[in-house]
């Protein structure tokens, strides 16, 4: 068993103890901060808090905070495509206009009067 | 194993891509549409499947320094998480059938609230409050309706495909539950325990994701 190949890390319980406690109280903060008007940045708020989750997922239950370079660079390249793809496209879409110069959705800026569903 | 993630990384980011293009477009209706899940269903959810890779990350841990037994006790935990996991899904998922929200050609996002007799499951007051949602998210969207099916095919597919994770991480634990009983795994060789672990792990980081993406839309109102 060569240290290269086979370099395993045992994490101790204890840490996997403060790491469940830690998820599941950021699970109540994501669900509190749900209820509370923060206009745009409550999408901001919520993935800030999934991406912390995730991250402590990833580090400490998948090992990656122990694993070689080799392993945490694959990680890292799938970071950078989804970012990739995610900040790409979504700059296209989320700073479209339409013919008059009006940004989409159009539903935000339409001034329609309320009317019974048919 | 970390390079069949990163596959799956760019699999369920595609989706979550088209998940995010139509919230934006469609914003009214997705708030809507998350307003009628449950929270208390989806957190309680979220809450089995976190203690459920604390419970893989034990039986790893336990195949690491070679304690036989609380392998396969830690193994059966996770699946039996796991499986209290799909029972809550089961029974979020006939309520949407019950209450129209499947789409296809009897989806209908008013169908509680105009046959409150129907959803005998929907409280009053929550009736109230998604009367009141709805007609608010109609003033600024004429075609609700088709935009909440939107809506509701994201959910179930986000939430469809990442239940076919599970049911294959289910699996694949009986497959290590066997190995454990048979006392295969040592510290020594471990590996599958490892990579069924890593697997487990990931398919828990999606429904992170999905849990505010679904589930905590707009819910200040």
Sequence with gaps: MSEQEHSEHIVSPGIYLAIILTLLFLTGT???????????????VALVIATLKATLVVLFFMHAKYSPTRTKLIILAGIFWLALLLGMTLSDYITRVDYRGVRFPISQVSQ???AQRG | MWIFLVTEVMFFGGIMLTYATYRHFYFPAFA?????LSLKLGGFNTV???????TMAMAVWSSQVGKKTLISIFLLLTIALGFV???????EYSQK???HLVPGKSF????????????PDVEAKELMEESKLLDEAYVADKDLNAHAQLYYSAYFGMTGLHALHMVIGAGLLFWLLKGSLAGRFTPQWNTPVDIVGLYWHFVDIVWIYLFP????????K
Excluded: E, M, W
Excluded at chain 1, 30 to 44: C, D, M, Q, Y
Excluded at chain 2, 85 to 91: A, I, S
């Design chain 1, 30 to 44: 994501t669900i509190s901060a749900a209820f509370v008007n923060l206009g745009r940045f409550n999408i901001v």
């Design chain 2, 213 to 220: 993406l679904l589930y905590l839309i707009d819910r200040h």
């Design chain 2, 97 to 99: 059938f019950h209450h």
């Design chain 2, 85 to 91: 996991f799909f029972g809550v899904k089961y029974v």
């Design chain 1, 112 to 114: 329609q009067l309320p």
């Design chain 2, 32 to 36: 809507v549409g998350s307003n009628t």
């Design chain 2, 108 to 119: 209908n996002v008013f169908f509680c609230v105009d046959n409150p007799a129907s959803c």
């Design chain 2, 48 to 54: 089995v499947l976190l203690a459920s890779s604390f």
